[in-house]
């Protein structure tokens, strides 16, 4: 599979610069794990992704963490290469969760398209402005629902990435992922354990009454 | 004073586009307490702030409210055509909190504009860029930092905005802005009085220690 079947405009870019992408662009694949962006120190460029997947995270000064949207194939990672873009002035995190392939679209390749193309300065709006949704989403996440509803929504989500109602998770990782402490992951899912909604064991989550929970997430 | 001296890319258009930025857009006064934009039910375009003020917040469905930016003089108001904005899927208020002044840049207008127009395109992404940056501020705010420092910063921030000390301000507006009860802005600020940081009245905040407010907000 060529990059020009996963870049949702490449028909909308001259023969140029379509030339240019195909000649600079690197294929790379990563395991699981691998530490892709962190803040500003890094500047991959832009990330196509043809397999895996990627989570995009905000960390605390004292090491909290709360996940901010994942990326899957045919995503684009556009903070990655958030140097180029002055307007972009926080520090996200990003790291692969599964083995993650992926094209590199490298930063002055990627700026220079960017200021001449407007499809591709399009493009890169209309990216951003998925993410914004995204966030603007958690933000009502944690501003207006309680931490169940939230807890039985991201166990369903996850069910749903992994394919399968037994989830090899940690209440350690659950917290990372919402923002919370460790002990709060625990005393909620022995709530929902109690309730005959999930059943607990070292280091898995299985989702027992899915109806159940997708009540109380009130989806 | 002209639409092109606010417009700060006016200079990289076109002959043709300054034109017809010019010819289209419309001067527009509101007083102070006018809703410019509520969620998906207006698109009045592109505002472009010539004096005044902007707040756009997020409401949720039992009327809570949360602010998430301000907008002040040369700003653009880009959420305000988010509806030819396909990838913003959300919903935002933004009102007047002071007569404020601006030119209007119609939907069908700007979206032309940035459609054919890199420099415009750019430029929209890097507006987009700025209020990305607000609102991940607001979720560090809201994750990590305890409601003391949070509202100590408002105090400091709307002193600053104002230019006085006498903040002519309710509990429940402040809560509007904090996303959280009235009781809890009573409660604090009370505590804020005991330690001689600010002083009550009907209405009325007065700062008296900006010092420890600076202090204490861990600016």
Redesign the interface.
């Known amino acids: 599979m060529d990059l020009s079947e996963y870049f949702p405009i490449f028909d909308k870019l001259t023969a140029d610069e379509q030339d240019q992408l195909r000649r600079l662009s690197m294929r790379r694949t990563v395991p699981s794990g691998t530490l892709l962006h962190n803040g500003d120190k890094d500047c991959m460029g832009l990330l196509l992704l043809r397999s895996g997947q990627l989570r995009a995270y905000?960390t605390?000064?004292?090491g909290?963490e709360?996940t901010l949207y994942r990326l899957f194939e045919r995503d684009i990672c556009l903070f990655s290469a958030s140097c180029i873009?002055?307007?972009?002035?926080?520090d996200?995190t990003i790291t692969a969760e599964k083995e993650t392939e992926f094209w590199i679209i490298p930063p002055d390749v990627f700026k220079k398209l960017?200021?001449?193309?407007?499809p591709?300065?399009?493009y890169?709006?209309?990216?951003?402005?998925?993410?914004?949704?995204d966030?603007?989403?958690?933000?009502?996440q944690?501003?207006?629902k309680s931490f169940d509803k939230r807890l039985a929504g991201f166990l369903l989500e996850e069910s749903a990435i992994e394919g399968t109602k037994v989830l090899k998770i940690t209440h350690d990782i659950i917290a990372g992922h919402m923002?919370t402490a460790r002990e709060v992951v625990t005393r909620m899912l022995r709530y929902f354990q109690a309730e005959g909604m999930v059943k607990l064991s070292r280091g898995v989550v299985e989702i027992m009454d899915e109806e159940m929970l997708e009540e109380l997430s009130g989806k």
């Open positions: 905000l605390s000064d004292e909290r709360v873009m002055n307007s972009i002035q926080f996200i960017m200021e001449t193309s407007a591709m300065a399009n890169v709006s209309q990216i951003m402005g998925t993410r914004f949704t966030v603007m989403w958690l933000i009502e944690i501003m207006w923002g």
